[in-house]
């Protein structure tokens, strides 16, 4: 046990942005707090760093109360996307200014601290950056610097909220994979904050979705990817498709296919939505009897994948599949095509449960 949050909540006027939000963050971990823009995740973060005071609730860390502890005593690291580093400072004084700072008798000497940011610096692999400023870093080298600056005092808890929001895709991707093998290395416990799905699944040991302020989900980034709890979950990792079913004695039927839905054996005739995820479609060129007819409306070539566009009768909108391309090509499939469907995974909510 890390960091525990209990029936947590906080408003700004008549708006509720954290709404009573019970978590615990484990030891060590690197935990993702995922959502949209405005569903709370920021300021759940500025909580815990205690930048932001709750209207009620509790934080504990390590077992003790840190809700009314000042964020200068609660031994956190922070890593935003703006947080500049100070422009007329070295990359070295700039790592160097938490150890600095410190009251005389808590200040480790020159050498110590020489010792300490070099070894950061190592850590972050920028170690021959260290007499440069940050004008002549790149945003991904800031970045890294800004973090090796954060875990200097030795913070419990490393707080990070979108640190490479302002960065090109590639740059973005590098640093997360970055990020993992750091963590993998040092285990401080690490609360990231993120509005993309890709980065949280790839980066985090647990992954909270959010929305409107509340925890949707939580759980290891295959648990919340191959299990989502809810439509809002589902539709928020990824594509995802949706067909009309009638849900009854335990199976949902669209059209003439028949998906088990064990955990809804109780439902005797409702309307519900089955979701598939687009590389859990099976596409055929021909009729079957577990497959569904549809109509191939448009095709795209993404490097080796192909994804289609398909026109299906029992279906919210146009289908969406992806397969490799070297699969579609057997297929012999063409624009305008009849081709068949099955989905090879799926989960089926009650209509009234739907997004
Ligand atoms: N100081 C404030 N005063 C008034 N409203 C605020 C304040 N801070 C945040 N909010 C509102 O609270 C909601 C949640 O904001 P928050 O920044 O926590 O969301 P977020 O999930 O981090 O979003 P984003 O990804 O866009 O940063 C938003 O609707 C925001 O406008």
Redesign the pocket.
């Known amino acids: 046990m890390s960091i525990k949050i209990e029936n947590l909540n906080k408003r ?1 006027g008549d ?1 509720v ?1 954290v709404d009573n939000i019970n978590l615990t963050l484990p030891d060590g971990q690197l935990t993702a707090l995922l ?1 949209p ?7 759940l973060l500025r909580m815990i760093a205690g930048l932001e005071q709750p209207d009620s609730g509790r934080i504990s860390f390590y077992g003790e109360d840190a809700t009314d502890l000042h964020v200068s005593h609660r031994g956190v690291g922070f890593v935003f996307q703006h947080y500049a580093l100070f422009k007329h400072m070295t990359v070295f004084e700039n790592v160097a200014y938490g150890l600095t700072v410190r009251p005389r008798r808590l200040r480790p000497d020159k050498a110590a601290i020489r010792k300490k940011v070099m070894s950061l610096l190592e850590l972050v692999q920028l170690d021959w950056t260290a007499d440069r400023y940050p004008s002549q870093l790149s945003g991904g080298q800031r970045q890294r610097i800004a973090l090796a600056r954060a875990l200097a005092v030795e913070p419990k808890v490393l707080l990070l909220d979108e640190p490479f929001g302002a960065l090109d895709a590639k740059v973005r991707a590098e640093l997360r994979r970055w990020l993992r093998r750091l963590h993998d290395e040092i285990h401080v416990t690490s609360v990231f ?1 993120t ?1 993309d799905q890709e980065e949280a699944l790839e980066v985090s040991d647990r992954v909270v979705v ?1 929305n409107q302020g509340r925890v949707e989900q939580e759980g290891s980034p295959e648990e919340v990817y191959d299990h989502p709890a809810n439509p809002f979950v589902y539709q928020f990792l990824g594509n995802v498709n949706l067909f009309h079913a009638r849900v009854g004695q335990g199976a949902a039927t669209i059209g003439g296919l028949r998906l088990p839905v064990p955990e809804l054996k109780e439902v005797e005739n409702e309307t519900g939505l089955a979701y598939v995820r687009p590389h859990e479609i099976e596409v055929l060129a021909g009729p079957a009897p577990d497959a569904l007819h549809a109509v191939l409306e448009s095709l795209t070539v993404v490097g080796p994948t192909v994804r289609l566009e398909l026109r299906a009768d029992d279906a919210k909108g146009l289908i969406q599949a992806e397969l490799p391309k070297t699969h579609f090509r057997t297929l012999g499939l063409l624009q305008g095509d009849d081709a068949w469907l099955r989905p090879l995974r799926s989960k089926v909510f009650l209509d009234q449960h739907s997004a």
């Open positions: 700004f708006f942005a959502g823009s405005g569903s709370g995740k920021t300021t904050v509005h959010m």
